[in-house]
């Protein structure tokens, strides 16, 4: 069992800047490649971005390229999505999920999953 903990959301105006955290506890954090999804009200959930293992390998979604930044630390655990230049339209419920096989941006390969942690952009 692998256990995540998203933080960071909050209220941005649009333009604004925000990172989101998720800690990661119960299993070798190292052993999982991590994704950040998103659900908007009433919407289906997204993929935003995913990172391998060992942090080398990046993939974002096209509406996020160049303004999102996906990072993680092995040695504290955690994963991070550096969000700029934010968009009202990107207003969601922010999850981190956990792949223990390979880094994919389909949700339903993901193992294990946050709470979520919600976003709000205002315009």
């Known amino acids: 069992q692998v256990q995540l903990v998203e933080s960071g959301g909050g209220l941005v105006q649009a333009g604004g800047s925000l990172r989101l955290s998720c800690a990661a506890s119960?299993?070798?954090?190292?052993?999982?490649?991590m994704g950040w999804f998103r659900q908007a009200l009433g919407k289906e959930r997204e993929f935003v971005a995913a990172?391998?293992?060992?942090?080398?390998?990046?993939y974002y979604a096209d509406s996020v390229k160049g303004r999102f930044f996906i990072s993680r630390d092995n040695a504290k655990n955690t994963v991070y999505l550096q969000m700029n230049s934010l968009k009202p339209e990107e207003t969601a419920v922010y999850y981190c999920?956990?792949?223990?096989?390979?880094?994919?941006?389909?949700?339903?390969?993901?193992?294990?999953w946050g709470q979520g942690t919600q976003q709000t952009v205002s315009s």
């Open positions: 999920a956990a792949n223990a096989l390979v880094v994919t941006t389909r949700h339903d390969h993901y193992d294990y």
């Open positions: 119960g299993r070798t954090f190292s052993h999982y490649a």
């Open positions: 990172i391998s293992r060992s942090g080398g390998d990046t």
